[in-house]
């Protein structure tokens, strides 16, 4: 895709109730340049996926839209396959919406677990904890270290993104306890309220501290967060915080399942890209 075509790609997803982020096109293009697949007809676009790559053994499927007035034409199928294709022997992980589950399997993905998306209004106040450290260029390779547990590979160029300090729609934070990264997240503004992912941490303790710190930037406004539903703390913190479900997707795998952290991922990054 080119940048006229992601941005093209996004709107689709707007339109979808896929809510995306406000600055999500440089990241999402950074993440895999060669993975962003649109299919035409005679000029026109009819439908996108993206296969993003991570390192040589994994790679997501996202993005996955066939334009309406075009269903059932065989273009959605068409563009799949090739997502598929580019992928090669990875493992493949998608986020699907649940009546597609079926569909998926007979393209050979299994069912892991199911993520919960809650939303509620914001309501925490900003902790004055002195671990809680803005995300910038002197913490981030600390957190790409970090990251690469819960990834299933290495996406440093998107996260150099997706952690950029001068970003106004974004703001991150990582808890640093005596020098060691133990958690981080980020929240962005989207068309409609903020989302906050990735939320990972080492404890429930740590996590609670990160969403409140932010969720404070977004206070009184919607936020999202994207829980794995095996992670009960998860569960809780977003009950906790007057967060509730309000859609759901099924995490599924082609090939060998991941071995992620799945107790001390708190909010996923996004359904796109895993």
Known sequence: MSEADLKRALSWAAEEGWNPGLDDLEPFRTADPGGLFMAWNEGEPVACISGIRYGDDYGFIGFYICRPEHRGKGY???????????????????????????????????????????????MADSPMDPRLSPLGQGV????????????????????????????????????????????????????????????????????????????????????????????????ELAERHELSPVFETARMYKGQAPDLPLERTFGITTFELG
């Open 76 to 122: 959605g199928i068409a563009i799949w396959k090739h997502a598929i294709a580019y992928l090669g022997a990875r493992t493949i992980g998608l986020d699907g919406v649940v009546d597609q589950q079926d569909n998926y399997r007979t393209s050979g993905f299994d069912l892991a677990h199911r993520n919960i998306r809650q939303s509620g209004i914001a």
């Open 140 to 235: 981030f390779p600390s957190i790409r270290d970090y990251d690469q547990d819960f990834s299933g590979g290495d996406r440093a160029g998107f996260l150099k993104l997706w952690c950029a300090p001068m970003v106004s729609s974004r703001r991150g934070f990582a808890f640093v306890d005596d020098g060691v990264v133990k958690g981080y997240g980020v929240i962005r503004q989207c068309d409609d309220g903020f989302k906050i992912g990735p939320l990972f941490a080492d404890t429930p303790e740590i996590a609670d501290t990160l969403f409140r710190a932010l969720a404070g930037q977004a206070k009184g406004q919607t936020v999202y967060l994207d829980t794995p539903e095996p992670n009960q703390a998860a569960l």
